[in-house]
């Protein structure tokens, strides 16, 4: 099998689940992740696989080579890492009223960037089996930037949750997305694991 997985951050999760499940049938794995120290962890976790590749790059849908990642200023590998800083501001602002205390504040490093198109080229054609795409705001304007003439794809994985702005996922990015996933003959199902994502299937 043929897996990409953008925003892979310290690994365990459930793309950890089915790569252990499947370790036998694994062809080409890449595991992308902006934040340096995360993607580590990633490495570490992943140590006794074989075949996998690692990279450290934001997955945009601009021709930038580099761009700000913010993160929590207390928790560079956070999971709520993003390129855009107010996503992360307004996740720290919720945690602190669920918390009681004063919001984290930010901060940024600058980080190589690139287009997904780039990171599907790495399968040099081949069928790709399954994209989970988790990059905390960006996701349905990466899978619209996706050439799905070019690369095909059987299962797309992404966080919709907050296609709009933080916690908001009803407006044009998402019908875009659906539309687009509709097109190329997609199914759209929610994730029974997680109410935050939505799952593509391609029709065969």
């Known amino acids: 099998m043929n897996i990409l997985q ?23 794995v890449l595991l992308v992740d902006a934040s340096s120290s995360a993607l580590e962890l990633g490495k570490d976790f992943y140590k006794d696989f074989e075949g996998i590749e690692f990279q450290n790059v ?18 560079h590998n956070s ?13 720290k602002e919720v945690e602190g009223r669920i918390y009681n205390r004063d919001a984290e504040k930010t901060k940024k490093e600058r980080v190589p960037a690139t287009r997904i ?14 994209l989970y795409i988790d990059v905390e705001g960006l996701d349905c304007r990466i899978i619209n930037d996706i050439d799905l003439e070019k690369y095909n794809i059987g299962y797309i994985r992404f966080e919709y949750s907050h296609s709009e702005n933080t916690f908001n996922s009803n407006g ?17 199902l929610a994730d029974p694991n997680c109410n935050e994502d939505l799952i593509a299937l391609k029709n065969i």
């Open 6 to 28: 953008i925003g892979c951050n310290e690994a365990n999760d459930k793309v950890s689940e089915f790569l252990k499940f499947n370790k036998n049938y694994l062809n080409k």
């Open 58 to 75: 934001a997955v945009v849908d601009t021709d930038e080579n580099e761009i700000d990642l913010f993160y929590p200023e207390n928790s």
């Open 79 to 91: 999971v709520h890492c993003s390129v855009l800083e107010s996503h992360v501001i307004r996740h």
């Open 117 to 130: 198109n780039h990171l599907l080229d790495y399968f040099c054609g081949e069928y790709i089996n399954r």
């Open 172 to 188: 044009p990015n998402l019908e875009k997305t659906i539309q687009i996933l509709s097109k190329f003959g997609y199914r759209i």
